[in-house]
């Protein structure tokens, strides 16, 4: 069996290639694969869409990836008081955004992971978000139709991973990432430490080895 | 202005706090809402719910003790009280969407008559607006709180007949808690429930923008 450690964060973004989808977990600085993210600058993949909860904080985050001008489009809920790249580049026209309400962005993803082509919500109806979606009544309650989101990567940040890459976060850090590791074709996770298979009892496994292909130790660089 | 005195923001959040029952699932929103867990009346527990992914917050961390995995939806570093949970983003916002939570309050730029809500992008304003969790905690949540300033700040109402502002979510409003009075919003209007002291029911109707019935 091949192994999904990878030995280097370099490595572990090698098949990343320009125009890719990619999901970035995090939340209030917390939980961001900042290491992954520092790698794929430097890998220099262009043309990328992102799908995030917001658009970068300051000098941290997503917003080296806009400061590189690899990002194209962001799908996002927040984009945030502080993300003055992404600001720069989206006055300047040279990135769209999506924006979507942070629980329906969270739905349209687990949507993707289970198999399902879409769904009806009362989110949104009569704002701005319901532009150009269908609406019907259920129940008598007006709804629109909301899609699935998909990604051919997720760059997640866990606490720690066992040899198949069974994962588990700490406290907040949670957020976005399990539901990112479904949802992608193929999850990258950054982790503070890899222990050997067996050591995490699996009452405590978050994410499942089966939505996880690639693992990279990284001690974790926080934004504050 | 050289007006009468109005309840200060810590004060709002005060009145508002008096209005979350015992034991109840809260999520509290940015601004005057974020100042509510400071003002809880004595003997009562409140499990505050984050967005992402902690039920059962308690009091903002002290200098030296903060954890910065540990965070509000506000990013403060905030601590745990006994009987707190961690779970991801999405059901979190299961919890919101799905008639889970028992209040949420919010933050507004303006309220209708009917109860809508807007409070996400001032019109106009540059940049991409900021949805976060708005729409989805006010879609769901079994009571919606407002916690804002009665008027703006050249003196125009905040609760108006229509939203002009970009709407948050259709009639979902259920209580009004600003610096000079409490209304709720009902089949036959805004009713009003309290004020602010010092202030009368014609001052007050003379800084709404709806009808009120007393």
New interface residues.
Partial sequence: MKSKICVTLDVAVDSISDGARIMFGG?????FPNNLIQALVRRGTKELTAIS?NCGTRDGELSPLFKSGQIRHIIA?????HSFAF?ER??AGEVT?E??????L??R??AAAAGLLGFY?????????AAGKEERVINGQ?CILEMPIHADFAFIKADKSDGLGNLT???????????MAMAAATTIAEVEEVVPVGAIDPEVV?TPAIFVHRVVVAKGI?Y? | MSEKQRLSRDQIAARAARELPDGAFVNLGWGIPNLIADHLPAGITVYFHSENGILGMGRRAKPGEEDFDLVDAMKVPVTLIPGASFFHQADAHLMTRGGHLDVAVLGAFQVSERGDLANWKVPGAKGAGAIGGAMDIAAGTKRVIVCMEHTTRDGQPKIVRQCTYPLTCLACVDTIVTDLAVLDVTERGLLLRDLAPGWSAAEVQQRTGAPLSF
């Fill in positions: 939340f209030g600085g917390s939980g909860n809920a927040f984009p945030g008081p600001q989206h006055a955004i924006l979507v309400p942070q629980g329906i969270c739905e993803m687990r919500t009362t989110v949104g109806v009569a704002t701005e978000v007006r976060y700490r406290l907040a850090a949670r957020n976005f990432n399990p539901i978050v926080r504050v």
